[in-house]
T-cell receptor, first 113, second 110 residues
Framework: EAQVTQNPRYLITVTGKKLTVTCSQN?????MSWYRQDPGLGLRQIYY???????DKGDVPEGYKVSRKEKRNFPLILESPSPNQTSLYFC????????????FGPGTRLTVT | GQQVMQIPQYQHVQEGEDFTTYCNSS?????IQWYKQRPGGHPVFLIQ?????EVKKQKRLTFQFGEAKKNSSLHITATQTTDVGTYFC??????????FGSGTKLNVKP
């Protein structure tokens, strides 16, 4: 089944403790992206990647890191999480950039205390 | 920076009434996509508009892209309870960056 998977689905952590949220797609998509969703703000793009080893900042990249070493994986790294990074995070992928529909993962609900 | 504004934030309608949500970008877009998110779910792609003035229909849903490629709308005719959810527009720039509107949450009373 074609899908985008994210792990973990739920995470409660403390300020400053490094964490990684994994994202994987099995559709051979070139474009992958991370979003955060907050009430009243919609989805905001954090980072995106047009292909392996190519990543670019989205609208809200501060406090996040990403890497794209393989086509299928696009992990999101929070080196020192803070409470204002408490949010619902979605990973998405598309065949080749902004002219193709994005397929979203199920989401990761992160709480930083 | 670039922004995409979406209104209204909420819309409550009686089943059978029409519904419209509007998006407006501060800059010209390359293309625009629309997504629907059911409560507790993830966004699901509905449609893409690319050309200036483009109009597309999907059954009871009509999507429009403005002549200047800065605004767009989604109109649902005769809403049904299955239409419940949050509708997002997403403007895309020439660098493949996505700018989502804040969404319109639609509630349909049977």
């Amino acid at each position: 089944e074609a899908q985008v998977t994210q792990n973990p689905r739920y995470l409660i952590t403390v300020t400053g403790k490094k964490l990684t949220v994994t994202c994987s797609q099995n559709m051979n998509h070139e474009y992958m992206s991370w979003y955060r969703q907050d009430p009243g703000l919609g989805l905001r793009q954090i980072y995106y990647s047009m292909n392996v080893e190519v990543t670019d900042k989205g609208d809200v990249p501060e406090g996040y890191k990403v890497s794209r070493k393989e086509k299928r994986n696009f992990p999101l790294i929070l080196e020192s999480p803070s409470p204002n990074q408490t949010s619902l995070y979605f990973c998405a992928s598309s065949l080749r950039g902004g002219f193709y529909e994005q397929y979203f993962g199920p989401g990761t609900r992160l709480t930083v205390t | 920076g670039q922004q995409v504004m979406q209104i209204p934030q909420y819309q409550h309608v009686q089943e059978g009434e029409d519904f419209t949500t509007y998006c407006n970008s501060s800059t010209t877009l390359s293309n625009i996509q629309w997504y629907k998110q059911r409560p507790g779910g993830h966004p699901v792609f509905l449609i893409q508009l690319v050309k200036s003035g483009e109009v597309k229909k999907q059954k009871r849903l009509t999507f429009q892209f403005g002549e200047a490629k800065k605004n767009s709308s989604l109109h649902i005719t005769a809403t049904q309870t299955t239409d419940v959810g949050t509708y997002f527009c997403a403007g895309i720039d020439n660098f493949n960056k996505f700018y989502f509107g804040s969404g319109t949450k639609l509630n349909v009373k049977p």
